[in-house]
């Protein structure tokens, strides 16, 4: 067993090392909706886009100001989204005009 333990550990450590040295990139399926127009898209588009499609947006529930920026703050503190605080703002307010309850 302790043979098998090594030689998965050094198996795992070398293709780290060989990995470490490459750049991978990957390509994106395009968008398939376009998100509101309004004060606070670009930052929405750029920080959600950097995780999911934009679709999870739409698919949500219509929420009002607190359950939308309670799923930023999800996103930055669960998920690691790189978010400033500015940002996370403006995007829970846009959330919630385009998006909340009555939309």
């Known amino acids: 067993m302790r043979v098998i ?3 998965l550990t050094l198996t795992l450590a070398a293709t780290a090392v060989a990995l470490a040295g490459e750049t991978v990139t990957i390509t994106l399926p395009p968008e398939s909706i376009a998100l509101k127009a309004g004060a606070g898209l670009d930052q929405t588009q750029t920080a959600c886009r950097a ?3 934009l679709d999870y947006i739409t698919i949500q ?9 309670g799923v930023v703050t999800k996103m930055m503190k669960v998920y690691g989204a790189p978010i400033s605080e500015q940002d ?3 995007i829970g ?6 998006y909340g ?3």
């Not at 307010?93 to 385009?98: D, G, N, R, W």
């Open 88 to 90: 996370a703002k403006a």
């Open 101 to 103: 309850p009555a939309q």
């Open 61 to 69: 529930p219509g929420g009002g100001p607190a359950q939308w920026q």
């Open 5 to 7: 333990t090594m030689a």
């Open 93 to 98: 307010e846009y959330l919630a005009t385009h």
């Open 51 to 53: 995780c999911h499609s």
